[in-house]
């Protein structure tokens, strides 16, 4: 079975510019979540997504950041304009359902941002 | 509003040692929680899920078990090896609406030959 396919692994970009994450999740599940992962932390969620409809997008910075997920299969995070602070690994997870048994999380590589 | 502590925040043994690794948490009501493993510069690997009423999970070296009443999981690894050198990260999904996968802030563990 693949696993949580995500791109590019690595960018770098200038302070101001803006930036786009794309995942593709395991098929067949219907929950897919972003996470932010700052060097030394755990990671923080951004944004989760049930088919194609938000459920929690709380601890999304949404002057700067943006999601979707077209036709509930794979998303996008994009970020514009970046900042420094910005700098993390951003991860994308997915998983069966959200609820009881069908939410174990699998996790993709991540793409590790640096802003300059 | 759920938080997962986990501590010590580093741990060194030598090769040979049992790992304990520790994991708390706020609140009780819970579904599950889910132990990862995280490579330098890599995504999380799951190790082992444990529903809300199970009391523990084994898979090969691992063990983890739960005590939902105090909010507490422990992660045991037998025989450490140096590959099992990494950061391990607990999460919570509590049982409520939205229940999102909350993390800790992992152990880093590193297992010297």
């Known amino acids: 079975e693949a696993g949580v396919a995500q791109s590019p692994r690595y960018k770098i970009i200038e302070k101001r510019q803006s930036v786009a994450f794309w995942c593709n999740p395991i098929?067949?599940?219907?929950?897919l979540y972003w996470y932010q992962q700052i060097l030394g932390q755990g990671p923080k969620l951004l944004i989760q997504f049930q088919n194609n409809g938000v459920v929690d997008d709380s601890q999304l910075p949404k002057d700067r950041f943006s999601a979707e997920r077209l036709k509930g299969v794979d998303s996008t995070l994009k970020i514009q304009p970046a900042k420094l602070e910005d700098s993390a690994v951003y991860l994308c997870?997915?998983?069966?359902?959200?609820?009881?048994?069908?939410?174990?999380?699998?996790f993709g590589q991540g793409t590790r941002l640096t802003v300059v | 509003k759920q938080e997962v502590t986990q501590i010590p925040a580093a741990l060194s043994v030598p090769e040979g040692e049992n790992l304990v690794l520790n994991c708390s948490f706020t609140?009780?009501?819970?579904?599950?929680l889910q132990w990862f493993r995280q490579d330098p510069g890599k995504g999380l690997t799951s190790l082992l899920l444990?529903?809300?009423?199970?009391r523990e999970q084994t898979s090969g070296r691992l063990n983890a078990s739960l005590d939902k009443s105090s909010g507490r999981s422990t992660l045991y690894i037998a025989a450490s090896q140096p590959g099992d050198s990494a950061t391990y990260l607990c999460a919570v999904r509590p049982a409520a609406a939205g229940n999102k996968l909350t993390f800790g802030g992992g152990t880093r563990v590193l297992v010297k030959p």
């Open positions: 098929s067949g599940h219907a929950t």
């Open positions: 444990i529903q809300s009423s199970q």
């Open positions: 609140d009780s009501a819970i579904y599950n």
């Open positions: 997870a997915s998983s069966l359902g959200n609820r009881d048994s069908t939410t174990e999380a699998f």
